[in-house]
């Protein structure tokens, strides 16, 4: 699959409504290859999407879910972290959200990706069972795990997944880790991490963290990636579903820089860093996705107040560098840059 791509740049899965049907396919249109999120959507609203893609674009596209894990929360710490939230709430006229865990419609999700026979199926946050990865394989899906480690490969690998994203420290957006606990492995660059992950299994990789130009797409391929997964690059984009908010506040000088935190839904990921992040995040617990259930309506709240502090404000390290520009002229410069390296590179050889 990867290698029928014209182009090795793949559009990443961002969940909350930013991958939009139009953006997926704008990117598949011009040879790369477009995701939708269907992370916190019902198994039916994932399936329309997938029905309106199809009328955008006949190339391949891919869909992107999360595994369900459900581990030990200190539910202690969570009334607390509930407690002092709730006077933000107020603020904006808001109520908490139930602090619960669910499995993001796990089972459904996996019906409509079989009956809807997705050219490419990815995982977030775990590794299915090498049932579920094989009876997608079987029904002709291409199927993407994504990892943070070599440890996690080498279980991606096992299961029998086709390729591996793998995801740098440097992505904006949630940390992919199988585990949402202290001990997980947060810390490595991506390049360090693909040279990691190259020793340790023989699969096609996909870098995802931190790129936002030809030169770091160039990069990654040198280091031995089959394409490259980019995140942030496509956040101002005219066909990203991102709150306008969000698309301005990338280039907003009042935020200086990306942390990562659990403050906002209680799983690490990166962000801008404001108010939000630093008054909580050393009060978050990990706690997912129970902390995303209780702050997403205080979240919603904040963004129809035109409030961008309280926003979670997903976006990777190299985000000065996103551009307002359609999704498809964006893949055409991105290759354009690549090529301009490679062209350089041959000069000095």
């Known amino acids: ?139 002709g899906s291409f199927v993407i795990v994504t990892v943070t480690s070599k440890t996690e490969a080498q279980i991606a690998a096992q299961q029998g997944a086709d390729a591996l994203c793998v995801q740098g420290l440097e992505a904006g957006g949630h940390r992919a880790t199988f585990r949402n606990d202290e001990t997980a492995d947060e810390n490595v660059s991506l390049l360090v991490l693909l040279q990691q992950i190259r020793e340790a299994v023989d699969l096609p990789l996909i870098a995802a963290g931190g790129i936002m130009h030809g030169r770091d797409i160039a990069a990654v391929l040198a280091a031995g990636a089959s394409a490259a997964q980019l995140g942030t690059a496509f956040l101002r984009c005219p066909e990203s579903g991102a709150n306008p908010l969000h698309k301005n506040a990338l280039i907003d000088l009042q935020f200086q820089a990306t942390a990562v935190t659990r403050a906002f839904t209680g799983r690490p990921a990166r962000g801008l860093v404001n108010r939000f992040l630093i008054e909580y995040d050393k009060l978050a617990p990990a706690a997912y996705p129970h902390i995303h259930h209780m702050t997403k309506h205080l979240r919603k709240a904040a963004a129809q107040a035109s409030d961008p502090q309280m926003m979670s404000l997903w976006a990777g390290q190299g985000y000065r560098l996103a551009k307002d520009m359609p999704a498809g002229e964006l893949v055409r410069l991105l290759m354009k840059e690549v090529k301009e390296v490679v062209e350089g590179m041959n000069r000095l050889l």
């Open 1 to 139: 699959m990867l290698h029928t791509l014209s182009v090795p740049i793949i559009q990443a899965p961002m969940a909350g409504g930013v991958s939009t049907p139009k953006l997926a396919a704008a990117v598949s249109n011009a040879g790369g290859l477009g995701f939708l999120a269907g992370g916190y959507k019902t198994a039916e609203e994932m399936r329309k999407e997938i029905m309106t893609i199809r009328t955008l674009t006949d190339a391949p596209f891919g869909v992107n879910v999360f595994v369900p894990n459900e581990e030990d929360v200190d539910m202690e710490a969570l009334l607390r972290y509930q407690q002092v939230l709730e006077k933000e709430a107020e603020r904006f006229s808001a109520t908490l959200g139930e602090a619960k865990w669910d499995d993001d419609d796990w089972e459904a999700k996996l019906s409509v990706l079989y009956e809807e026979k997705v050219p490419v199926v990815s995982f977030t946050f775990g590794c299915p069972s090498s049932e579920v990865i094989s009876k997608f394989k079987d029904n």
